[in-house]
């Protein structure tokens, strides 16, 4: 957990809006860290009751889709940082493989730590190699990984993007 809280300091800290699934665990840690570093956090929640929010989610998003809520929070994110995680976080990372940048941070166990052995070349989900799978070892590499695959607010391309076309 406390990889997740370093986490979304970090993105607080270099004024990135925090994205999550709004519950408890790695979500709520990366979401205190954000908040406490005077952040805004918004949380997309697979129920209907905005108080099942953790409480350091500023904006509560209600859906009803349950587990399909996955797509909204990869969709609603520039870049994607897997921490930890079970098979909601497996399928997060499987949604954001199409066309987000993704980095994992190895070393919080779960998914996080296994993505790598079962990786295509290390580093894709498909034999075609549609996207790149990029692994930090702290949550400052990941944070600043992230932060420079991600669009940027003036081009909305990010600086790999730009730096290939």
């Given at each position: 957990m406390?990889?997740?809280?370093?986490?979304?300091?970090?993105l607080a800290?270099?004024?990135?809006?925090?994205?999550?699934?709004g519950l408890s665990g790695v979500m709520e840690a990366v979401s205190r860290g954000a908040k406490n570093a005077g952040g805004l956090v918004i949380g997309i929640l697979p129920g209907l009751d905005k108080r099942d929010a953790n409480a350091y989610v500023d904006v509560a998003i209600t859906t009803g889709?349950?587990?399909?809520?996955?797509?909204?929070?990869?969709?609603?994110?520039?870049?994607?940082?897997?921490?930890?995680?079970?098979i909601g976080t497996l399928n997060e990372l499987t949604v954001a493989y199409e066309d987000k940048?993704?980095?994992?941070?190895?070393?919080?166990?779960?998914?996080?730590?296994r993505i790598r052995d079962i990786a295509?070349?290390?580093?894709?989900?498909?034999?075609?190699?549609?996207?790149?799978?990029?692994?930090?070892?702290?949550?400052?590499e990941a944070v600043d990984i992230a932060l420079s695959?991600?669009?940027?607010?003036?081009?909305?391309?990010?600086?790999?993007?730009?730096?290939?076309?």
């Amino acid at each position: 957990m406390r990889a997740g809280e370093e986490v979304g300091k970090l993105l607080a800290e270099r004024g990135a809006v925090v994205v999550t699934g709004g519950l408890s665990g790695v979500m709520e840690a990366v979401s205190r860290g954000a908040k406490n570093a005077g952040g805004l956090v918004i949380g997309i929640l697979p129920g209907l009751d905005k108080r099942d929010a953790n409480a350091y989610v500023d904006v509560a998003i209600t859906t009803g889709m349950g587990w399909m809520r996955n797509t909204l929070v990869v969709r609603a994110a520039d870049a994607v940082i897997m921490i930890s995680g079970g098979i909601g976080t497996l399928n997060e990372l499987t949604v954001a493989y199409e066309d987000k940048p993704t980095v994992v941070l190895e070393g919080t166990g779960g998914w996080s730590d296994r993505i790598r052995d079962i990786a295509y070349e290390g580093k894709h989900l498909d034999e075609a190699g549609i996207n790149e799978i990029r692994f930090a070892k702290t949550p400052a590499e990941a944070v600043d990984i992230a932060l420079s695959l991600a669009p940027s607010a003036e081009t909305g391309k990010s600086a790999e993007r730009e730096f290939r076309t």
